[in-house]
């Protein structure tokens, strides 16, 4: 099955700054990578997602890129804010629907 | 649309007892997934349903593990008899094609 490795497991970033994560996968064959947003005892929630057919997609200060050959991608946040405060998880799958995700990355924005 | 509805939200319970955990997904929604979540393990996919059939069920832990979805509209995750290692975050979502992930709220279970 598919293997999706997310580092890293932490990271501080002073506000204003960027922050990267990074996830690698292990399936040739996935083609679907969403990115998933948990606040402290909230559901995750989708906050940008990318096919891969496409190398980078933007939403504001989010973004995500692909590289299908490396078998990886990554979220930038820019400009962050002390609400992009959380836990974010890559997932990976054939499809939209069996996802496997990574460990997470607890993301700490300081003021 | 309220979005896929979990209940209870909380569960406490003793070791032994039977517990049920409820979901209604998004309506129009044919696929349905029950992920547990721990700090050990992360988010785990424990089965999931296309057209209220049950199409893998390879992340369940084990027999004391059900789930079932009668209709379109409601599954449940059963596990009799508890163990305190079920203590977990049980996340139900639902999509369909063409559309992302949605999870409920979760149901924060804790076996004593």
């Known amino acids: 099955g598919e293997n999706v490795e997310q580092h890293p497991s932490t990271l501080s970033v002073q506000e204003g700054d960027s922050a990267v994560i990074k996830c690698t996968y292990s399936d040739s064959a996935s083609n679907y990578f969403p990115w998933y947003k948990q606040e402290l005892g909230k559901r995750p929630q989708l906050i940008i997602d990318?096919?891969?057919?496409?190398g980078e997609k933007k939403d504001q200060r989010i973004a995500v890129t692909l590289n299908k050959t490396a078998k990886h991608f990554s979220l930038h946040i820019t400009e962050t804010q002390p609400e992009d405060s959380a836990v974010y998880f890559c997932?990976?799958?054939?499809?939209?629907?069996?996802?496997?995700f990574g460990a997470g990355t607890t993301v700490t924005v300081r003021a | 649309d309220a979005g896929v509805i979990q209940s209870p939200r909380h569960e406490v319970t003793e070791m032994g007892q039977e517990v049920t955990l409820r979901c209604k997904p998004i309506?129009?929604?044919?696929?349905l997934f029950w992920y547990r979540q721990t700090m050990m393990r992360g988010l785990e996919l424990l089965i999931y349903f296309n057209n209220n059939v049950p199409i893998d069920d390879s992340g369940m832990p084990e027999d004391r593990f059900s789930a079932k979805m009668p209709n379109a509209s409601f599954s449940t995750l059963k596990i009799q008899p508890s163990e305190p290692r079920d203590s977990a975050v049980y996340f139900c979502?639902?999509?369909?094609?063409?559309?992302?992930?949605?999870f409920g709220n979760g149901t924060r279970l804790t076996v004593t």
């Open positions: 990318i096919r891969s057919n496409v």
């Open positions: 997932a990976a799958s054939r499809g939209d629907y069996k996802l496997s």
């Open positions: 309506s129009g929604h044919d696929y």
């Open positions: 979502a639902s999509s369909r094609e063409g559309s992302p992930l949605h």
